[in-house]
């Protein structure tokens, strides 16, 4: 009996978590009944270390997987949250290899990153997706668990982690710590995503208010530069308004005051009257034509023409003019010119605009050549060119004669008498042709204006808007 209370002492020191093997000596039924309790302490002693050994494990598992959730929830770079996620992946599911796939905008799966893993069979991650549950088997005989990333709504990718270093199954607990963890990846993919849509937005935004920004400058700019183009226009208008007026009105005055004064007088101040008369006119038709082209309002009488019969009649004009500065014009055309598609009055008024502006800027004596050519190449074109032999324009100018409002001397003489529309207008005019117009020149050597009018092969059939 004694030994059997021993026994008894012993069992009880269990409670205490005690599993230290019984002595107790005895024989009999006593000595084999302390053997088999002495075999059940050492394997519940077993048991409970590996329980311990276990917990321990996933205490350092969660205090991981809680420190990699804190870093990867505040990571919202992709390029840096996918590697961290990897490497978490890895050291919380205790595996050799992991990959990271993610859904494009079209749902398909694109591998992003991954480490020591072959490729997994379409079909298992698809389902994966689809069925927004995780897979555990196998791939190439090691354990393989694939998770889907959930983002708020819908996955957003897939994680696979394949081969255990302890060459174990996925259990349980491990595929729900882990899913904890894909969660929280998901979701941080998810927020990365938006992050970067958000920051591309931003960016393009930006751009786009740069440019708006750019452009609403620039039109302000213009703006500022046409309103004070149009004042100085409307100063210089005005100017050229009162100057013939104030002549007209002078002379008429004399006249109303000697009523029967001298023939010759009375002659050359009706003459001036006439002269300034006629200058008005062509101000106010300067003006009206420009604001009609502009406006697209003028009517244009397109047909076949010849350049040689346009020519002529403009050099028919302007012969006066330049017999009164003792100028000599000289028309060089060639024979048999193909008829162009165009308005012939608003040609002639080009020529006479080009060779009037030629005369006014050429002294006494010089010399005005009107020179017009086919040409084949590089285009096919009637080329028409305006010569003068007068003070020429700087270089620095060329850019500025065909702008409106514009009056381009050589620097040596005073601004000269016009609107400064004439070059503006016949710009206007051969560019509606479909035609192009250019100016060279070499100051105290002259100037020559030159403009190029399309040819077309069946000119009579052709239809044009009129």
């Known amino acids: 009996m004694k030994e059997l209370e021993q026994l008894i002492t012993a069992i009880r020191c269990v409670k205490e978590n005690n599993f230290e093997p019984i002595k107790v000596s005895a024989q009999g039924q006593v000595a084999e009944l302390v053997e088999v309790v002495n075999e059940m302490l050492e394997e519940v002693g077993q048991r409970l270390k590996e329980k311990e050994t276990r917990l321990d494990e996933q205490v350092v598992t969660l205090y991981t997987l809680n420190y990699a959730v804190k870093i990867i929830s505040v990571t919202l770079r992709l390029e840096e949250l996918l590697p961290i996620a990897l490497e978490t992946f890895i050291d919380i599911g205790k595996v050799h290899g992991c990959s990271i796939g993610l859904l494009d905008k079209q749902d398909r799966l694109k591998i992003k990153v991954q480490e020591n893993i072959s490729e997994i069979d379409r079909k298992i991650i698809y389902g994966v997706i689809r069925e927004k549950e995780p897979y555990v088997g196998e791939l190439q005989g090691k354990a393989l668990l694939c998770l889907p990333l959930m983002g708020r709504e819908k996955p957003v990718g897939v994680v ?21 963890l894909a969660t929280q990846v998901g979701v941080s993919i998810e927020n990365a995503q938006l992050y970067e849509e958000l920051a591309r937005w931003n960016k393009e935004l930006e751009q786009t208010v740069a440019e708006r920004t750019k452009e609403l400058r620039e039109a302000n700019e213009k703006l500022k530069k046409m309103d004070k183009a149009k004042s100085d226009f409307l100063s210089m208008v005005a100017h050229e308004l009162r100057t013939p007026l104030t002549s007209i009105k002078a002379f008429t005055e004399m006249l109303l005051r000697k009523p029967d004064g001298e023939m010759e007088k009375r002659t050359k101040y009706l003459g001036i009257i006439h002269s300034e008369c006629n200058r008005l ?186």
């Open 281 to 466: 006119t062509r101000l106010i038709n300067d003006v009206l034509d420009l604001a009609k082209i502009e406006a697209g309002k003028i009517e244009w009488n397109i047909q076949p023409i010849s350049m040689a019969e346009v020519v002529n009649t403009a050099l028919t004009s302007t012969h006066k003019l330049a017999e009164d500065k003792e100028l000599k014009t000289e028309p060089l055309i060639e024979d048999d010119l193909p008829p162009v598609l165009a308005d012939h009055d608003r040609l002639i008024q080009v020529i006479i605009n080009l060779v009037g502006n030629a005369v006014k800027f050429t002294d006494k004596g010089g010399r005005i050549e009107v020179s017009v050519k086919k040409k084949l190449t590089p285009d096919k074109c009637i080329h028409v060119s305006v010569s003068d032999t007068g003070i020429g324009i700087r270089k620095k100018d060329l850019g500025k004669v065909f702008q409106k409002f514009k009056q381009v001397g050589s620097g040596m003489t005073d601004r000269p008498e016009g609107t400064g529309l004439g070059l503006s207008i016949c710009r206007e005019i051969i560019e509606h042709h479909k035609g192009k117009i250019w100016v060279e020149s070499e100051l105290k050597k002259g100037t020559t204006f030159h403009f190029t009018l399309p040819l077309e092969d069946d000119v009579d059939k052709k239809e044009v808007e009129r």
């Open 160 to 180: 696979s982690i394949y081969d255990r270093i302890d060459k174990q199954q996925f259990s349980h607990e491990d595929v729900n710590i882990i899913s904890t």
